[in-house]
């Protein structure tokens, strides 16, 4: 179906400038070398804007297995597109991580920070404590998933509510808004596509001396995105009753 389609097409263009300003500013010999957080948070917000206009009008731009889960929580997308919509956000993700990979070759080849290459990829915390490390993904996802109901249909909606092409900017200015306030403990992954399909290619990608794939931090920046997206759509449904 083209709903997939384009939630391919639209998780890959949010991967290929988002990891893709993560690797500008992060790997060696690059004109946007030690770009810092700021423009980091700003990238992500764009590679959100341009995957959201893209890809809204079609398929809702959902670009987050959290969003879809949320909306099917709610009551506002049919459970029985979710499985293909989640396959073809981890899928999009992986091809536009790819296409960072094959832009920046040449500078992966010549660094040597292996935490520097995986941040390119995926996410690892700043300090290494599960629990918090959860809690805040959790809570930044929450707000994420709570703020894109309200953009996407407030809590009067009684039908199944999507993203037009004109809330991309408001979801973009909501992703700069999270990254910049939120995005320090973690690096914000606030989407399991973003970070675990990634983290996968990292892990199949001939990347000389770039050292393991951190699987020991996956499962939270999967289940906690998924927990904050459900529990907004709970929140998000009691405030409309």
Same mark, same amino acid.
């Not at 990238?43 to 809204?56: C, D, E, H, I, P």
């Not at 000389?208 to 929140?235: C, E, M, R, T």
């Given at each position: 179906?083209?709903?997939?389609?384009?939630?391919?097409?639209?998780?890959?263009?949010?991967?290929?400038?988002?990891?893709?300003?993560?690797?500008?500013?992060?790997?060696?010999?690059?004109?946007?070398?030690?770009?810092?957080?700021?423009?980091?948070?700003?990238?992500?917000?764009?590679? @959100?804007?341009?995957?959201?206009?893209? %890809?809204?009008?079609?398929?809702?731009?959902?670009?987050?297995? %959290?969003?879809?889960?949320?909306? *099917?929580?709610? =009551?506002?997308? %049919?459970?029985?597109? @979710?499985?293909?919509?989640?396959?073809?956000?981890?899928?999009?993700?992986?091809?536009?991580?790819?296409?960072?990979?094959?832009?920046?070759?040449?500078?992966?080849? !010549?660094?040597?920070?292996?935490?520097?290459?995986?941040?390119?990829?995926?996410?690892?915390?700043?300090?290494?404590?599960?629990?918090?490390?959860?809690?805040?993904?959790?809570?930044?996802?929450?707000?994420?998933?709570?703020?894109?109901?309200?953009? *996407?249909?407030?809590?009067?909606?009684?039908?199944?509510? !999507?993203?037009?092409?004109?809330? +991309?900017?408001? @979801?973009?200015?909501?992703?700069?808004?999270? =990254?910049? !306030?939120?995005?320090?403990?973690?690096?914000?992954?606030?989407?399991?596509?973003?970070?675990?399909?990634?983290?996968?290619?990292? *892990?199949?990608?001939?990347?000389?001396?770039?050292?393991? !794939? +951190?699987?020991?931090?996956?499962?939270?920046? @999967?289940?906690?995105?998924? +927990?904050? =997206?459900?529990? %907004?759509?709970?929140?998000?449904?009691?405030?409309?009753?």
């Amino acid at each position: 179906m083209i709903v997939y389609l384009f939630e391919f097409i639209g998780t890959a263009l949010l991967l290929l400038l988002g990891n893709g300003i993560v690797a500008n500013a992060s790997l060696a010999n690059t004109y946007g070398k030690d770009a810092g957080w700021v423009g980091v948070t700003i990238g992500w917000s764009m590679a @959100v804007f341009v995957g959201v206009f893209v %890809a809204a009008d079609t398929s809702g731009a959902h670009l987050n297995p %959290a969003v879809t889960l949320g909306f *099917a929580t709610a =009551g506002k997308f %049919a459970w029985s597109l @979710v499985p293909g919509y989640i396959i073809a956000q981890f899928l999009g993700a992986m091809a536009g991580t790819t296409l960072v990979w094959l832009s920046y070759k040449k500078q992966y080849d !010549s660094t040597t920070d292996q935490g520097a290459i995986l941040s390119s990829f995926a996410n690892t915390p700043a300090i290494k404590n599960p629990f918090w490390n959860f809690v805040t993904e959790f809570i930044a996802t929450f707000a994420f998933v709570l703020a894109i109901f309200y953009i *996407a249909g407030g809590s009067t909606s009684n039908g199944p509510i !999507s993203l037009g092409s004109l809330d +991309a900017l408001p @979801v973009a200015l909501l992703v700069l808004a999270i =990254g910049i !306030s939120l995005g320090g403990p973690t690096g914000y992954a606030i989407n399991p596509a973003r970070d675990l399909g990634p983290r996968i290619m990292h *892990a199949i990608l001939p990347i000389n001396g770039k050292g393991d !794939s +951190a699987w020991w931090y996956a499962w939270i920046p @999967v289940f906690g995105p998924i +927990a904050g =997206g459900v529990l %907004a759509a709970f929140v998000y449904n009691w405030i409309g009753i």
